[in-house]
Structures are given as structure tokens and as C-alpha cells.
């Protein structure tokens, strides 16, 4: 699975957004890309994913570059409660393999 | 629908001793894995299953045996607990979506709440 670059921590004001870069240069054609967040040590949460539109549900938005070398994970109206670590992450298609976590990034919304 | 239920939640052991993690879920997911998060660090895989009577080697297996004798069921086993093995360990499982233009895609990993165990 490709490798994925994120930034280690972000701030971001309540009520407004948060964008969330990831950089996957190596991705290939068939990986998706995948975001969880973890809030305070539970279990990780899904998000989100993608292959190649942007993605859009219930929690986020998801936009992946037209080279699909990066991402961004937005959260439109973040709250105190979005306060997790994000993690992007590449996955192959059709694969059992496990969802391999990098160190992710810390985003601490401020009132 | 409980998702995915790990047991025990909290547990000390002393170094030397065994325990068992039990992880349970009711989703009739074909994939089942077990990770370990250290203090400040991301999830490694410990073992995973792609099925009921399968096993394979993630990141970090030594010192950990697993078991999958029942789909629901995954359990992690500890034969000799040591102090590097205090961790909080996750259990998550998923399910491979077959047909259409999602042929073949895991869909997302449902993650248990974990088990904090610490080894003296």
C-alpha cells in the first residue's frame, strides 16, 4: 500500500472549516484513499473514501487531486467534538490486507 | 446491533502470565483484524482473518497467537505476557463488497472500543 504524508497537528477555529492535507505521490490507479480519525484514545471511526471524484456524505467531504498525489479531508462546520487524530490512508482494491496507520494528524478545534 | 465488542476492557497481568482477548462482532463481516496502539503512535496489525478458520501474520505477531474458529469470534492470545506487550489493543472487522463497479472493495473497518492491558 502507498504511503501517505500528513501534517502532525492542526488548529482550527469552531464553526469554521478544516482542511485536512494528505500527500500519497505513489499511489496506483487501483488504491483507494481512505480517512478514519480516532477521538481520545477510542476506537478509530470511519469516515470516508474515495478513488479518484470527490466524495462527499454525512461527515465530510473528500477531495482527491486530478494525479490523485494527494487529498484533502474536509470538515465544513468543525465542532469541539471533531478534536481527534485524523488518519489518511491508501488501500488497495480488493485487498484483505490490513488498514495500515501512519502517525496521522492531531487537529484541535479551538472555541 | 452491538458492531464490534471487545472483552475484557482493562487488564493487568504479571509478566510471565497468559490471557486471552476476546473480540465479538455481529455484523457477519469475513474480516477480522487486531491491532496495538502504543502511547503517541498509530495502529499496528498484530494478526488478521479473512475468514472463519484463517489466520495470517500482520506488523508485530510475535508473542501473540490468534484464533478464528467461529466467524463472529476473534480472539488474541498472550502465552507469556511481557511489559513491551502493555499496549491498548483493537480489534476491527470488514467485509469484502463484491459485484458491480465496487467489485472486490473492502468497505470501511469497523473498530471495538479496546483493551487496555498493562503488563508488571
Known amino acids: 500500500d502507498a504511503k501517505t504524508t500528513q501534517p502532525p497537528s492542526m488548529d482550527c477555529a469552531e464553526g469554521r472549516a478544516a482542511n485536512l492535507p494528505c500527500n500519497h505521490s505513489?499511489?496506483?490507479?487501483?488504491?483507494?484513499v481512505y480517512w478514519y480519525r480516532q477521538i481520545h484514545s477510542q476506537g478509530p471511526q470511519y469516515i470516508i473514501h474515495?478513488?479518484?471524484n470527490n466524495e462527499t456524505n454525512e461527515m465530510a467531504s473528500l477531495i482527491i487531486t486530478e494525479d490523485r498525489k494527494s487529498s484533502t479531508l474536509i470538515l465544513p462546520h468543525a465542532t469541539l467534538r471533531d478534536t481527534a487524530v485524523y488518519y489518511c490512508?491508501?488501500?488497495?482494491?480488493?485487498?484483505?490486507?490490513?488498514?495500515?496507520f501512519g502517525s496521522g494528524t492531531q487537529l484541535t478545534v479551538l472555541p | 446491533n452491538a458492531g464490534v465488542t471487545q472483552t475484557p476492557k482493562f487488564r493487568v497481568l504479571k509478566t510471565g502470565q497468559s490471557m486471552t482477548l476476546l473480540c465479538a462482532q455481529d455484523?457477519?463481516?469475513?474480516?477480522m483484524y487486531w491491532y496495538r496502539q502504543d502511547p503517541g503512535m498509530g495502529l499496528r496489525l498484530i494478526h488478521y482473518?479473512?475468514?472463519?478458520?484463517?489466520?495470517a501474520k500482520g506488523e508485530v505477531p510475535d508473542g501473540y497467537n490468534v484464533s478464528r474458529l467461529k466467524k463472529q469470534n476473534f480472539l488474541l492470545g498472550l502465552e507469556s505476557a511481557a511489559p513491551s506487550q502493555t499496549s491498548v489493543y483493537f480489534c476491527?472487522?470488514?467485509?469484502?463488497?463484491?459485484?458491480?463497479?465496487?467489485?472486490?472493495?473492502?468497505?470501511?473497518?469497523?473498530f471495538g472500543q479496546g483493551t487496555r492491558l498493562t503488563v508488571v
Open positions: 455484523m457477519n463481516h469475513e474480516y
Open positions: 482473518s479473512v475468514g472463519e478458520g484463517t489466520t
Open positions: 474515495g478513488l479518484k
Open positions: 476491527a472487522s470488514s467485509y469484502p463488497i463484491l459485484g458491480g463497479d465496487r467489485r472486490g472493495m473492502n468497505t470501511e473497518a469497523f
Open positions: 505513489t499511489i496506483s490507479g487501483n488504491e483507494y
Open positions: 490512508i491508501v488501500r488497495l482494491s480488493g485487498s484483505a490486507r490490513q488498514l495500515t
